[in-house]
């Protein structure tokens, strides 16, 4: 049978290929970081990393990381439930928690599995879950795994939400879920209208704060912080992957019967590995940091204001941000593509998105920055953008 399947594949890659769409490895060869090194030995700034707080190689986590392999040995071998949770498990859980508010978390290995395990345990067919049409792909897929109704309203749009509230009335339980930041423009969920709403018709909320999570509110603390709603959401589930220390992990945290129930029936939890102990330990170390200083955070919010007013005064189309994700727009395509590359020449790197990863005809740059970026590799990105920007005629400074 695979001669033929192996033609039907070949088929696929060629048409994703021949679509544009056929996305390559760049391959690194140093830490991740401000700068970076890439296979061919050039040195590039990076400026597409969901590093935002810089800790993706921070002496701390690392020697947090190196002292737990000692103590507490490279993997775990085995489910939460079984034999796979140490003291460190149980500590980390409890940092999440304290930092945001809530009370208590169940750690996954990712965020991903994390939102393909919330919502089945917790409704069924009489329920409803309202789900922002840009959520991330791993919330899509967790309601997909659920048998509640499913209603779906425009991004941000409160009152196509309203709608959808005032639709789902006949159900038992109603869950709005919202991601905290949107990853493509870098907007941010308008939660304290999101949670009028879900008074008025009497409904649940649940954030992703993936990409908000260390970055969005004065001290990192996500949507809930901006919103001063620390504590007044049900659900919040967020990773470790980005802003956290970059390394692996998910979670989920909240209200304390639902993460109870979550262990008693979360697919991902009960049938799938144990973080590493290493991971864990030093996502200890990082939400200590975070709790004795709030340097990162300020530095980080410090280099997005400066970068995104610069880039206003030199002219170009930025979309509003609360976040550290700057969109620079640009449209077309073809355009957002030779960008990228006339970047990489430059020694920037950042990445273009186009349809279908943004709606078509609203290509762009998508540029994230990092407490990590010193004030001298800002200007080398924004001297980068100005130079591209007047040799493709986006810009006439
Ligand atoms: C990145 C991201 C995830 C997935 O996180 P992982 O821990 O890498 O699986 C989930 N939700 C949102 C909103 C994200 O941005």
Redesign the pocket.
Known sequence: MYDTFKTHVSRELAAIESAGLYKNERIIVSPQGASIRVADGKEVLNFCA?NYLGLSNHPKLRAAAAEALETHGYGMSSVRFICGTQDVHKQLESEISHFFGTEDAILYA??????GGVFEPLLGEEDAIISDAL??A??IDGVRLCKAQRYRYANADMEDLERQLQAAQAQRYRLIVT??VF?MDGNVAPLDKIYLLAQQYDAMIMV?E??SAGVVGATGRGVTELYNMKGEVEII?G????AFGGA???FTTGKKEIIELLRQRSRPYLFSNSIPPMVAAAGIQMFRMMDETNELQDKLHENTSYFVEKMLAMGFDIKPTASAICAVMLYDARVAQEVASAMLEEGIYVIGFYYPVVPKGQARIRVQLSAAHTRDQLDACLAAFKKVGIAKNIINV
């Open positions: 969901n990712a965020c991903f599995d994390a939102n959520n991330h791993s919330i991601d905290g990853s992703d993936s990409h589930t990773t470790l992957g980005k692996i992990g998910g």
